[in-house]
């Protein structure tokens, strides 16, 4: 792998069309510090910390399963990720690249550095629901959320490659992005693998490693993950993984979130996707306590209250059925927008 520098800014980098070099970022960063708005200050923060003299960055994760929390990712190793993000995806010098996602988040701090150290032409702007509407140019490569690649369905032909993370894909979104020309992929990672370690094109089932990852299970059945050039240590997870090969694995879901009904062990994640095309409101699987089966699933549905007809558990196992179903006014989420399932119940 290149050994690049985490103090070099690439010669072809550019922002919004101007050539910056480490001297002229840093004047970019104090400006943004200035005289922009909350996201252009959080922006100049990072660029600051990102060219001071420490060897790391301090990121908080996202407490998707518990409290935030603060951790120290090595510089070096986020250049790392970006060059095996850029030998996965063919991604070259000149490449142009559209960062639409904050920088308060690894997601958009990796798109920012990945454009520095690589030298793509970068379009930077506010991370709003639509980001391309409006925008004339064409992208080699872009990173979105969900919501963002819902409300951009009919600007996608503008860019080649678009990894997608964050937060699920539902099965709607799914079907409609197959239609598109644009190569699109599922990305699985965490703050703790500096984004993605593993993508898989729509449509497909299992995920691929990037480069140089290796990966494994513990006594849980929850992936484990050797990447000695992000991370000098093993990182465990809490998602159950099937391994398919050396670098292909299936998510099965998370332990945290497995419901024991009767002895047998459900998924909520993939009793979702099967519903994920029948039911139109958000909604998630969650398992409560029952005396006789020990926990039983129940659905919890965003909105107001409507019926349903029988037909739209047809396709579940008899234990997958749920024994009832809640509807609330709001989800409770996290500041990314992952939704906090069993707060949302208390």
């Known amino acids: 792998m290149n050994n690049q520098n985490y103090n070099t800014v690439h010669p072809n980098f550019k922002w919004n069309g ?20 909350d996201f252009d200050r959080i922006t100049g923060e990072f660029l600051l910390e990102w060219f001071n003299k420490k060897t790391f960055i301090t990121v908080t994760t996202s407490g998707t399963t518990g409290v935030p929390k603060k951790i120290n990712l090595e510089k070096q190793a986020m250049v790392n990720s970006a060059l095996a993000t850029a030998e996965f995806f063919n991604l070259k010098a000149g490449n142009r690249v559209l960062n639409c996602l904050s920088t308060n ?9 990945r454009s520095m150290i690589l030298g793509f032409e970068m379009d930077f702007v506010t991370p709003i629901s639509n980001p ?7 992208y080699d490569f872009v990173a979105m959320v969900p919501m963002q690649v819902q409300n951009s369905i009919l600007e996608l032909s503008k860019v080649k490659k ?16 197959l239609e598109l020309p644009t190569q699109i992929f599922e990305t699985y990672g965490m703050t ?11 449509g497909e089932k299992s995920f691929s490693v990037l480069p140089n990852i290796k990966i494994a299970t513990d006594e849980r059945g929850c992936l484990e993950i050797i990447a000695s050039h992000i991370s000098e240590t093993k990182i465990s997870t809490n998602d159950v ?5 050396e670098n292909q694995f299936l998510l099965l879901g998370r332990i945290d979130n497995v419901i024991n009904s009767g002895g047998v062990k459900l998924f909520p994640e993939q009793i979702e996707v099967k519903l994920s095309d029948k039911i139109k409101q958000r909604f998630f699987v969650i398992g409560i306590p029952d005396e006789k089966l020990g926990e039983q699933v129940l659905i919890v549905i965003e909105g107001k209250p409507i019926l349903f007809d029988d037909l739209v558990f047809e396709n579940l196992d008899p234990y997958e059925k749920p024994k009832s179903i809640r509807f609330v006014t709001k989800f409770i989420e996290t500041e990314s927008g992952k939704v906090m399932r069993k707060e949302t119940l208390l």
């Open 18 to 37: 101007i050539s910056l070099d480490r001297e002229k970022l840093l004047l970019v960063a104090y400006d943004l510090i200035k005289e922009g708005g």
């Open 105 to 113: 988040y690894i997601a958009g701090k990796m798109m920012l550095i």
């Open 132 to 138: 391309l509407k409006g925008n004339r140019h064409h």
């Open 162 to 177: 678009l990894i997608v993370g964050g937060a699920k894909i539902n099965e709607t979104l799914r079907n409609q992005l």
């Open 192 to 202: 703790e693998t500096i984004t993605h370690i593993a993508v898989k094109k729509i």
């Open 241 to 245: 993984v099937e391994l398919l090969s």
